[in-house]
């Protein structure tokens, strides 16, 4: 991240250094060398010339010139046939000598270019001019090219107007490609493209480096090539064409190898393939750099590494990786960090956690930004608008105008779509003021800004806006036709989320109309894309796609309540929970992390030859070539057939890991086909406003209302009866006629299958269905995929006793307990990690895993929740859900006997990311869990019953509820606070 202001360098240092190693030598050096030469040729012919060609480095067009002449025509000859045989750059220099020594150049001309050179070189600009003007040379080729390429110096020296220099420049290219000097047309071509591109005249740069590349390939200068590639893939990266940019990009890096450019070129790779989405490259290119000597050899390059990494992991849903690299980098900066840097790491940081949908950690880093930029002449349009955007997440509107108002103040001299984008953003905070009419005036200015920039994606930015402000105003109409044009720009070329984004203002638009049917078929189609989509996402859009994915259940859940359709409920349900743990946390980095590396690295590499694909036929599109098309379509196909079948693999071999990866879920039918004839499903699922349920048995299947969901929401958030001082008869009523009365459950049920939703899950079933059975399943689909685990071979029961000592709290149970239920027992200094996770990571398939011990957890990050072991040389003794992820688990049921196991991160409409969704991914079939803190003794006596009952012969849901039942009957634990918060999860 250094070097974000560019300091001013010399003239002749400019030159040199940006346009590369200059083939033409200073003149003064020319005449020496052309007298040796000359000498040589007089004693010994062209055998004794040809030791001087190899020693110097000199442009032998120069010293060919230099020798017609001195009048060594003879010598002129010979060294351009030498020349010309040993390199390509001086093709056509045989066919110039011969003319030379028709008519050689004076040496008055010589010696006037010479002269003009050294008042250049002492930055006499002015008289080196004004020679020229008058300097008109006679023998015209050689000289008039040298004139014209002087005269390009001069004027950039001068700092003249960019379109006169590279008009001289490219002047002095003609004239030296007419008389065949290819090598210094190149250069000339290579200094006007550099002039162009720091003028911001992209397409210009864009088209001297497509005239100046066949020469470097004709001449087979390789380091040229290298430099026109990358003017080429900077040009047009900033023209937003990133698929031809990525292609000059990567042949660049390929020719930098060995040169001492590798970080450079890289680097500009990573510029094109992270805003254009090539995430998995992207991701692959920064480990490569971040093992390059020269990052090895500059802390804050890898510092500023960890940044992009960071970026990517949000793109390619790691926010846990995303935060940890993140966090590396701000503490390098903060401590060693220049101004500039800290301010530019902070405001980095400021987008990450705005893209995590965390807009006050956003706003605590976008003010560092700020502090630590005063004074520096930043631009601060986007500091202000992600402040701006920030502040409209956290509800504050008014303030969220302010900044977004400063931000387009400061856009004003800024890009059109920076200047749109800003614009897009204030008409919405100012739509949800109700200030209607100011909005659509933005809007419109937003369009306007836009008329000159060809950029599709700046387009649709602003058509999600505007289809967002429609619905805010109930323009309905209008809001059908902003989200129809929106995907009318989607087709050229952009990704499917957006396309997705689209569909789901579709359904909102039309259930507003109250058209539930056009609003199931429009949010199922916005499900199916978000899904099955997975081309890479840019991470400026990833906290509303979060918020539009859920929001898109949410509609067709309410649509296909409207219609009163049960199947499309439980169909929308089971896709929401099926992609949960893919879509609204570390997934992708908790479902690849539990693959095998080979599986890992095979499904990497396949998702992105998929969005490549997907890239290639959406330009192919816009060609409105058929057979390019054809062509393009048929690949695709192919790529998403390698992919599927690779999912299907992970299906056969892991199942509940392929499920995450690649969703398949069952239907109503062959749910409702699996039901015995006392059993009954529930799913609770959430429209926008509303909680409603479906009931199946075999029987039949209906859909009823709950409540409202903030009402639902809050009476399961505080349904935890943990202290056995409080009176639960009146809140025990009251969740019943809440969750239970609305189910008109018939009386021939005796278990109930509840597939909850968000804090639904908190909700103590167990004392809302007296004398019924209950059972937990994450979805339906999982919890038929986990009764096809194959069961133990036997009764052997692993159990785990530790009496927390080093933590709050004792746990003298726990042992006693460990020692009556397990037919192997880890109890005290035995009971460490490393012993436990030996244990589970048997071949052997063990009846039960049983925990008893403390339990730690963590509601913002679920991967470090924790079960509380001790520690051995190699393991810290916590356990945590990040780690049991990566540890098969082969057991029937795993048993954890601690406080506030069945507690996680809540995701709305999901459910919770904890424990028992780490212990299906390991393997379990079954996890018992608890609500809330237990107690010590009346645990103990519930376990012991519970194996007792299960052991006989009861499965795990009945085992259940008659040790339930025991402890209710028992005067010592009637209340519900001691046996009401185990939850059994998975198969019964």
Not at 71 to 80: D, F, I, R, S, T
Not at 745 to 768: M, N, Y
Not at 872 to 884: K, P, Q
């Amino acid at each position: 991240m250094r070097g974000m202001r560019a300091a001013p360098v010399g003239l002749l240092a400019a030159i040199l250094c940006l346009a590369g190693p200059v083939r033409a030598s200073e003149p003064d050096d020319v005449p020496t060398v052309a007298k040796r030469i000359a000498a040589a040729f007089q004693s010994g012919g062209g055998e004794a010339v040809a030791p001087i060609l190899a020693e110097s480095p000199r442009d032998a067009w120069l010293v060919t010139e230099q020798l017609a002449a001195d009048g060594a025509l003879e010598a002129a000859k010979a060294y351009a046939a030498l020349a010309e045989e040993r390199s390509k750059t001086y093709s056509g220099l045989v066919a110039y000598a011969a003319r030379r020594v028709e008519n050689p150049p004076p040496q008055s001309e010589m010696n006037e270019l010479r002269a003009i050179t050294a008042l250049l070189e002492a930055e006499k600009h002015e008289e080196a001019l004004a020679r020229l003007r008058h300097f008109e040379p006679k023998s015209g080729g050689m000289s008039r090219a040298q004139k014209l390429r002087l005269t390009a110096w001069v004027r950039h020296g001068a700092r003249n107007k960019a379109v006169d220099v590279i008009a001289a420049y490219t002047a002095a290219a003609d004239a030296a490609r007419e008389i065949g000097w290819v090598s210094a047309a190149m250069v000339d071509l290579d200094r006007a493209t550099m002039v162009a591109y720091n003028a911001k005249a992209w397409r210009r740069a864009l088209e001297l480096t497509t005239a100046s590349l066949p020469l470097a390939l004709a001449l087979e200068d390789l380091d040229y090539e290298r430099r026109i590639r990358w003017y080429a893939a900077l040009a047009l990266r900033r023209m937003k064409r990133y698929e031809p940019a990525r292609v000059h990009a990567l042949r660049a890096w390929e020719l930098s190898r060995g040169t001492g450019h590798e970080a450079q070129c890289l680097r500009t790779l990573l510029m094109i393939e992270i805003p254009g989405g090539y995430t998995h490259a992207a991701r692959r290119h920064l480990d490569i750099m971040a093992g390059l000597d020269f990052i090895k050899k500059h802390p804050n390059q890898l510092a500023a590494n960890q940044i992009h990494m960071a970026s990517l992991d949000i793109t390619l849903g790691r926010p846990t990786s995303a935060l940890v690299r993140m966090q590396k980098a701000l503490e390098w900066f903060e401590e060693n960090g220049e101004p500039g840097e800290k301010r530019g790491v902070n405001l980095h940081a400021g987008k990450i956690w705005l893209n995590l949908n965390q807009p006050q950690r956003s706003l605590e880093h976008l003010r560092k930004a700020r502090i630590a930029g005063e004074g520096l002449g930043f631009d601060d349009t986007l500091l202000y608008y992600f402040e701006g955007r920030a502040l409209f997440l956290l509800g504050k509107i008014e303030e969220a105008e302010r900044a977004l108002r400063t931000a387009m103040e400061a856009s004003k001299r800024g890009a059109p779509d920076t200047q749109a984008a800003v614009r897009a953003s204030l008409a919405h905070s100012l739509a949800l003021l109700g200030r209607f009419d100011e909005a659509y005036a933005l809007l419109d200015e937003a369009r306007e800004a836009l008329k000159t920039l060809k950029e599709p994606s700046a387009v649709r930015g602003v058509e999600l806006v505007a289809t967002r402000v429609h619905l805010e105003a109930g323009k309905y109409d209008e809001a059908i036709q902003a989200a129809k044009n929106g995907l009318r720009f989607s087709k050229e070329g952009l990704l499917t989320r957006a396309d997705a984004t689209f569909e789901m203002r579709l359904a909102e638009a039309w259930l507003g109309k109250g058209e539930a049917a056009k609003a199931l078929a429009h949010a199922r189609a916005a499900i199916e894309m978000f899904v099955r989509e997975t081309g890479p996402l840019p991470a400026e859009v990833g906290a509303q796609q979060r918020l539009d994915f859920k929001r898109a259940f949410w509609l067709a859940t309410e649509a296909a309540v409207a219609l009163g359709d049960a199947d499309s409920f439980f169909e929308t349900a089971e896709q929401s929970r099926a992609v949960a743990l893919r879509t609204r946390m570390d997934a992708h980095e908790i479902t690849t992390n539990a693959l095998s590396p080979a599986l890992r690295a095979e499904e990497e590499k396949l998702e992105e030859a998929e969005a490549l694909a997907v890239r290639a036929y959406r330009i192919a599109l816009r060609t409105r070539k058929t057979e390019r098309i054809k062509t393009a379509y048929d690949a695709l196909t192919r790529a998403r057939e390698a992919l599927e079948q690779h999912r299907v693999r992970i299906r056969a071999e892991q199942a509940v890991i392929g499920q995450v990866l690649s969703p398949v879920v069952d239907s109503l039918a062959q749910t409702r086909a699996r039901l015995a004839k006392d059993e009954a499903l529930v799913v609770y699922a959430r429209g926008r406003k509303h909680v409603h349920a479906l009931v199946a048995t075999r029987a039949a299947a209906r859909l009823v209302g709950v409540g409202p969901q903030p009402v639902a929401t809050g009476a399961a958030e505080n349904s935890v009866f943990e202290e056995p001082a409080l009176s639960v008869t009146e809140a025990t009523s009251a969740l019943r006629l809440l969750f239970v009365k609305p189910l008109a459950l018939p009386e021939r049920i005796r278990r109930v299958a509840i597939v909850p939703t968000g804090r639904i899950a908190f909700v103590p079933f167990a004392t809302l269905l007296a004398g019924r059975e209950v059972v937990f399943m994450p979805s339906a689909t999982v919890g038929r995929m986990l009764a096809g685990r194959p069961p133990a071979a036997g009764s052997k029961v692993l159990a785990v006793g530790t009496s927390g000592a080093g933590l709050a709290g004792t746990l003298p149970a726990a042992t006693e307990e460990a020692r009556a239920i397990g037919t192997m027992s880890l109890v005290d200094k035995a009971a460490t990690e490393e012993a436990v996770r030996r244990g589970v990571g048997a071949k052997e398939r063990w009846r039960a895993l049983h925990l008893a011990c403390h339990g730690l957890i963590d509601t913002v990050n679920p991967l470090r929740c924790a079960l509380a072991l001790l520690p051995s040389e190699d393991r810290d003794g916590l356990w945590t859900v990040s780690e049991i992820l990566g540890t098969p688990v082969n057991a029937d049921l795993v048993a954890l006997s601690a406080c506030s196991t069945a507690r996680g991160k809540v995701f709305q409409g999901e459910g919770v990311m904890g424990f028992v969704h780490a212990f299906f991914v390991a393997g379990a079939k079954r996890v018992l869990v608890s609500l809330w803190d237990v107690d010590d003794a009346a645990t103990a006596a519930l376990m012991k019953r519970f194996y007792a009952e299960w052991k006989s012969g009861l499965d795990g849901a009945a085992a259940l509820r008659k040790a339930q039942d025991a402890l209710r009957l028992d005067p010592r634990w009637q209340h519900p606070s001691y046996w009401a918060g185990w939850q059994l999860w998975g198969v019964p």
